[in-house]
């Protein structure tokens, strides 16, 4: 079933989201989540670029497209004739927000820059989700997660020491910039409330990848430190890390002076609490290889388990390494309703993952399931005072597709 929240703070507000892959969407999505009516613009003939990735597919649907479109509607147009661009223009005159991740330049070209649209609608928020920002030498070069965890230097502090380091395992930077896109406008509905006038957001990839190295890129200017991979090591702490246990890998945060004296209790080693290798954390870090090695033997004698329970009750933070079907099946994920069901016309046991935040206790919700391409066209353009007739003409034209819901 789909749950509905009592709370929806964009209620009534209207999104036009021509964006694909990953940011753009996760954004539209999230505004979605929160009341906005969104309608995503794609492609007649294929749709966004993200229905063709995988495997992992689920009944002939993209995993990934699943996993950021809900709460949408499809209006299939192609932004290829005049015609089509037209279509979105009037979108835009009667919404609120606007949203694009075209490449750099596209949308000007095609007249669906932030100029042109908000001159027919000068209320509206235009969200532009760009590679590597809005200016600079590199500004109109296009790009993807990968590439911007390589040119934002997350790849290099990511992998075990001495080795070539690796992407992180998901989308991170697609999903947070999509996340500070959804920021970034609900600030500037904020503000138009006091002004009355919209304004233009930019995002990028880049600069969410920057963010991300935060306290990396102040170590640098601070010694010049250049980090790299570590594996689990958290560089600046210690012990913070994974350590093997009889019968698998346990995380331990001893992050202070206190944590530290009282997972050497839990684990026996309490002569190391008054070690002057290991009295205070820059001390720790210093010889965090003798302190791992010492802690390690300790850690091999139990299960992963029987650890965790005792740190536990011992206030110490501890948490086994869990793979994704660990984490669907966890009692927390279940407690929280991390995983929602959503009823879909092509796969009806679709279940996604929820939105990361509730209301008065109330977990946000996905109030309907990803579109199928088009699935909306015929009803969005109705709405927006087209005839049957002019419909008919526009999908006979290859100008928009009509689809079927199933």
């Known amino acids: 079933m789909i749950g509905l929240m009592s709370f929806l703070p964009l209620a009534n507000m209207k999104v036009v989201d021509v964006t694909t892959s990953i940011a753009g969407p996760y954004c539209a999505e999230i505004l979605a989540a929160l009341g906005a009516e969104v309608v995503k613009i794609e492609r007649p003939d294929t749709g966004d670029d993200g229905r063709a990735w995988g495997p992992p597919f689920w009944n002939g649907e993209s995993a990934m497209f699943l996993s950021v479109n809900a709460g949408k509607r499809s209006l299939a147009v192609s932004l290829a004739d005049e015609r089509g661009r037209e279509i979105v223009r009037q979108l835009a005159g009667g919404a609120d927000v606007f949203l694009q991740s075209l490449r750099p330049g596209l949308a000007e070209r095609m007249g669906l820059g932030a100029e042109a649209v908000r001159a027919r609608n000068s209320r509206l928020v235009y969200c532009s989700v760009g590679a590597y920002g809005h200016t600079g030498p590199l500004a109109?070069?296009?790009?993807y997660d990968a590439l911007m965890q390589a040119a934002g230097g997350l790849i290099s502090v990511t992998g075990e020491p001495g080795r070539p380091g690796v992407r992180v395992g998901s989308s991170l930077i697609d999903m947070g910039t999509g996340m500070w896109s959804a920021l970034g406008i609900v600030s500037a509905l904020l503000e138009r409330e006091a002004t009355g006038e919209g304004t233009l957001v930019d995002t990028s990839l880049y600069e969410t990848a920057l963010g991300y190295i935060g306290y990396h890129l102040v170590g640098y200017l601070a010694d010049g430190t250049v980090p790299s991979g570590q594996g689990t090591v958290f560089p600046m702490v210690a012990p913070y890390q994974v350590f093997p246990t009889r019968d698998g890998e346990l995380m331990i945060a001893g992050g202070n002076d206190r944590l530290f004296s009282l997972l050497c209790e839990v684990v026996g080693v309490t002569?190391?609490?008054?070690?002057?290798?290991?009295?205070?954390?820059?001390?720790?870090?210093?010889?965090?290889?003798?302190?791992?090695?010492?802690?390690?033997?300790?850690?091999?004698?139990?299960d992963t388990a029987e650890w965790q329970e005792r740190l536990a009750a011992a206030g110490v933070p501890a948490a086994p390494v869990a793979d994704v079907a660990d984490v669907v099946n966890a009692p927390q994920t279940n407690a929280l309703e991390m995983i929602q069901a959503v009823a879909h016309p092509r796969v009806p046991e679709l279940r996604l993952a929820a939105l990361p935040f509730s209301f008065d206790g109330e977990r946000a919700q996905h109030r309907s399931p990803p579109p199928l391409v088009g699935e909306h066209s015929g009803e969005v353009l109705t709405e927006l005072g087209y005839s049957g007739d002019e419909i008919a003409s526009l999908a006979t034209d290859g100008i928009i597709r009509l689809g079927k819901a199933g």
């Open 140 to 143: 109109h070069e296009p790009g």
């Open 271 to 302: 002569e190391l609490v008054s070690d002057a290798r290991f009295q205070t954390n820059p001390e720790r870090v210093r010889n965090r290889d003798e302190l791992v090695s010492l802690l390690s033997v300790r850690l091999r004698e139990r």
